[in-house]
Structures are given as structure tokens and as C-alpha cells.
Nanobody
Framework: QVQLVESGGGLVQAGDSLRLSCAAS??????MGWYRQVPGNERELVAI???????NYADSVKGRFTVSADNVNKMVFLQMNSLKPEDTAVYYC?????????WGQGTQVTVSS
């Protein structure tokens, strides 16, 4: 059974940093990463990383966020620096194992101005 368990969300002020972590189990994943969603909006890509180390970022977070992975322990991280109020969202861990995508339960990130 595949499980993705996120941690690290919270309430911070604009300009602060946060680090999200996601622990995966139950499969071997070729792609892992993070999406986010604001109520009333579609879920959007934040950053992904492949098992070979290729990364892709949303334009809105380039230069501020860094995605990384520990493939041995099946973990993915999102270092978020210079946070802005518009980064406020529920952040979801994402993993793909060549058959289907899986999602974590989500962790709230709130950035106050």
C-alpha cells in the first residue's frame, strides 16, 4: 500500500523560510515532488524531481524554492525561502511510479504579510 506522509507546514511571516518533508512507502517512484492548491483554484505544480535528478519548477517559485530527494529513504523535500503571502496554500506531496500518481494528505502553509 502506497503512503505519502507530509510534514513541515505552518504559519510564517513574509520573507521567512519553511522546509516541507514527505516520506513515501509502498512503491518505487520515478518522479516525486510538490503541488499546491488554494480553495477555489486548481491544484498547481510547485516543483518535481525525477529519480535521475532532473528538476522542474513553477515560474512563481524559481529562485526561492528548492526541491530535493533522498532516493534511498524515499523522501522528498521542499525548501521554501523568501516566502510571500501568495504562497499560502495547502501543499501536497506527489509521487509517480510509472503506473499512476499518488498524493499525500496535504499540509497547510500560511504566509502572513
Amino acid at each position: 500500500q502506497v503512503q505519502l506522509v507530509e510534514s513541515g507546514g505552518g504559519l510564517v511571516q513574509a520573507g521567512d523560510s519553511l522546509r516541507l518533508s514527505c516520506a513515501a512507502s509502498g512503491s518505487i517512484f520515478s518522479i516525486m515532488g510538490w503541488y499546491r492548491q488554494v480553495p477555489g483554484n486548481e491544484r498547481e505544480l510547485v516543483a518535481i524531481i525525477t529519480s535521475t535528478g532532473y528538476t522542474n519548477y513553477a515560474d512563481s517559485v524559481k529562485g526561492r524554492f528548492t526541491v530535493s530527494a533522498d532516493n534511498v529513504n524515499k523522501m522528498v523535500f521542499l525548501q521554501m525561502n523568501s516566502l510571500k503571502p501568495e504562497d499560502t496554500a495547502v501543499y501536497y506531496c506527489y509521487a509517480f511510479n510509472s503506473i499512476r500518481a499518488y498524493w499525500g494528505q496535504g499540509t497547510q502553509v500560511t504566509v502572513s504579510s
